[in-house]
């Protein structure tokens, strides 16, 4: 296997290794380098270009008041972050901390977002994946809750493809109260 290449569910799949438009691999319009974010009991599905960074763990600094979900705040690259738990986004039980967890640190996509970046815990690292018309099939029935844009398969293998934009509205209503 080759340094761009990655094997999931006993399939190989290439990646691209940057989103660099002067890269010499072809993109269109149907080719969407993702990224696989694991979680403890699902895994994300996101364009490569909302992650900025993936850290280890750092212990956050606690906010007072803040809902369950919002774990606190870290630094980052002289930036003040707000880490969150997606899975007590969804109200299920947050993960234990581990060898495995870490930060993945995401470019906001809204521009009416105060906060450029903002932080997730993970568990385990994010695997790079392009996702083509022949490998990624969604689910007709849309998702309970706002925070998912929709259940999906990635290569067989069940994913979720969160909805950022309610996420930061999510963040900044917590904010700014």
């Known amino acids: 296997m080759t340094k761009n290449q990655l094997s999931l569910s006993k399939t190989t799949v290439k990646s691209y290794p940057h989103d660099d438009p002067a890269s010499s691999h072809p993109q269109s319009g149907n080719l ?3 990224i696989l974010i694991p979680l403890q009991d699902q895994t994300l599905l996101l364009p490569r ?7 280890p763990f ?4 606690p906010l007072q008041d803040a809902p369950q979900w919002l774990y606190g705040t870290l630094r980052w690259r002289e930036q003040l972050l707000l880490l969150i738990s997606f899975e007590a986004l969804q109200r299920k039980p947050a993960p234990p901390l581990s060898k495995q967890t870490r930060i993945v640190v995401f470019n906001s996509v809204t521009r009416l977002s105060k906060r450029k970046f903002y ?7 994010p695997q790079l994946i392009l996702a083509r018309a022949d490998n990624l099939s969604a689910f007709p029935k849309p998702p309970n809750s706002p925070l998912l844009h929709c259940c999906a398969e990635i ?3 069940p994913v979720v493809i969160p909805n950022l934009g309610y996420l930061e509205e ?4 917590c904010v700014t109260g």
């Open 170 to 173: 999510m963040l900044q209503r």
């Open 58 to 61: 750092i212990a956050p600094d």
């Open 32 to 34: 969407v380098p993702s």
């Open 49 to 55: 270009t909302t992650i900025a960074e993936v850290i």
């Open 155 to 157: 290569n067989q293998c």
């Open 119 to 125: 932080a997730l815990i993970i568990q385990g690292i």
